[in-house]
């Protein structure tokens, strides 16, 4: 008994079928979020055919899991699939969020690299576009530059921005902590907006004005960009100038360097840290902590505080207000600073 062969048409629906239905699947993990699943589906479909969308589904997959994994610390699984994605899908690998995971995962050299070759095309035709590039890596580069070792500053070429303005940078961050106000009105003169510091200039003025006009710091720091370079270093004023409730949690999600900071900032002792993360669990609060849990919190920690903040703590607390009842001054007309140390940390 001879066996059937199948048509070739019908082989052809089936294929198509098994495709579409792949595809569903494959747009289904990608609105749920699950970017492995989604990448590995996107793969196998164009095993049979490399359809745009498909190659646009498997870079938006990869981006997704990439990005993912860096927001949990594993750096060097992110950089792996980003590159993967470039060489899969085409897409530009140094575009995207790729030089700060290199930057984050100490490996200057490679965005150094980068930058040189960056360099030596800006003469090309499209020079303009390349120049555009190089200033935007440039401006990633510059916090980390700030605190980098002589061999990493040796391989910038003595023209560049990052090199002739670091000591302008440097000086007005010194300046800022020694209270300085002349010297770092200087400094930041310097710092032109085509410079790789600028954002840091932006920075440093919003915290200035934060002392005397909140309304203004805001103005100011809201005029920078959330994934500017310095965002670390402006994160503990934004958390300051947020109102209510949210400025506790925003504290809370803040790295011990950038809480330093906003202690700081506000004039508050170190020692209140361990009080204020006690209170990220009561931040939700709208009312002022009742007499007896607040007697019971200042009690667990009176041994950190100095002895008239307890006094000022006993009078009430509203959690929303991120130690704005418990500021310590030096006094009105000289505020304290982010100190020296702090701002060493940050870097």
């Not at 992110?78 to 575009?95: N, Q, Y």
């Not at 800006?122 to 070792?149: C, F, H, K, V």
């Amino acid at each position: 008994m001879s066996r059937k062969t199948i048509p070739p048409f019908k082989k052809s629906l089936t294929t198509a079928a098994t495709s579409d239905a792949l595809e569903s699947t494959a747009l289904v993990h990608l609105e749920k979020g699950r970017y492995r699943d989604a990448v590995a589906s996107y793969k196998a479909l164009l095993k049979t055919e490399r359809r745009p969308q498909w190659i646009a589904g498997l870079a938006y997959a990869y981006s997704g899991r990439a990005q993912g994994l860096a927001a949990k610390g594993m750096l060097q699984e992110a950089i792996g699939l980003w590159r993967s994605r470039a060489e899969l899908c085409g897409t530009p690998l140094w575009d995207g969020p790729y030089v700060g995971w290199l930057i984050a995962d100490a490996r200057v050299a490679e965005v150094l690299d980068h930058l040189a070759a960056r360099r030596a095309a800006t003469s090309a035709p499209d020079g303009r576009r390349l120049d555009e590039q190089l200033a935007t890596l440039e401006a990633q580069l510059a916090p980390t530059l700030l605190a980098a070792d002589p061999a990493i500053l040796a391989r910038l070429p003595a023209d560049s921005l990052l090199q002739q303005h670091r000591p302008l940078a440097l000086a007005a961050l010194s300046a800022y902590s020694s209270k300085d106000a002349a010297a770092l009105e200087t400094a930041l003169a310097g710092i032109s907006f085509r410079s790789p510091y600028r954002d840091l200039r932006t920075v440093l003025k919003a915290m200035v004005l934060y002392e005397t006009d909140q309304d203004a710091a805001r103005a100011a720091i809201e005029r920078l960009p959330l994934d500017s370079p310095f965002e670390s270093l402006a994160a503990p004023l934004r958390t300051l100038l947020v109102a209510g409730p949210e400025r506790l949690q925003r504290w809370a999600r803040l790295n011990s360097a950038q809480q330093t900071m906003a202690l700081d900032l506000m004039g508050c002792p170190q020692a209140v840290a361990p009080l204020l993360q006690s209170l990220v669990g009561l931040a939700g609060s709208t009312a002022l902590l009742a007499p007896p849990a607040l007697f019971d919190l200042v009690l667990r920690h009176a041994h950190e505080l100095p002895s008239t903040l307890a006094t000022v703590l006993g009078n009430g607390w509203h959690p929303g207000q991120l130690a704005g009842g418990v500021t310590v001054r030096a006094s009105s007309a000289t505020p304290l600073r982010p100190t020296r140390s702090a701002l060493r940390r940050w870097r």
